[in-house]
């Protein structure tokens, strides 16, 4: 039998999250989009939810079909939120320990390392409500803010990697060099399809 699910979810994992369930006959999931990025601002993260929220059926808003897919650490309440809301939070700190787990990622962020997927640069960074609207940001912020980091590793489960322009673009504006990994997303398939469960 097909379950109904209500996920409201950051669109950096979009194209992942609707990959790993192409084909799955288990979930029925309904998405309400996020704009990437919005946990720069905690303020207008917090209107987007509350606005994602009312686009739920007054009827299902306590259902145990909800499912919120933003890390914990994205607002720094975010726990309070989902339990006042009675709904499901996703069990990490953010989209990256949901994508790899919390080892790995400590492993690949050793050496001053970013990790990154292409739709941080594409949704998040550059978008035009990425962190040069959200924030104001112009190329100065972005060396001011990434400086500290030795390279930006970027990976690429081959979804939708980023161009040669984008990545020449992207290290124009930062200066920090980016290096491409490949990603499997059988470990993330596991996990999102268990914390819809």
Request: proline letters at 4%.
């Amino acid at each position: 039998m097909t379950e109904r699910r209500i996920v409201i979810a950051c669109d950096i994992l979009r194209s992942e999250m609707e990959h790993v369930l192409r084909g799955n006959r288990q979930f029925a999931v309904e998405y309400i989009w996020l704009g990437a990025g919005l946990h720069n601002d905690i303020d207008v993260l917090e209107q987007r939810l509350e606005a994602a929220w009312e686009k739920i059926p007054p009827g299902l808003r306590s259902s145990p079909e909800i499912r919120l897919m933003i890390g914990q650490g994205c607002l720094p309440h975010m726990q309070q939120w989902a339990d006042r809301k009675q709904a499901r939070l996703l069990p990490t700190k953010n989209c990256l320990t949901a994508l790899l787990g919390e080892d790995e990622l400590r492993a690949l962020e050793q050496n001053q390392t970013m990790v990154i997927t292409p739709s941080w640069i594409r949704r998040n960074w550059f978008a035009e409500e990425g962190l040069r609207s959200l924030l104001g940001w112009d190329d100065t912020d972005f060396r001011i803010n990434f400086g500290r980091y030795e390279r930006i590793l970027v990976l690429d489960s081959g979804l939708e990697s980023l161009t040669d322009e984008e990545t020449l673009e992207a290290f124009s504006v930062i200066e920090v060099p980016l290096e491409t990994a490949p990603l499997s997303l059988e470990r993330f398939k596991d996990f999102f399809e268990d914390f819809l469960r």
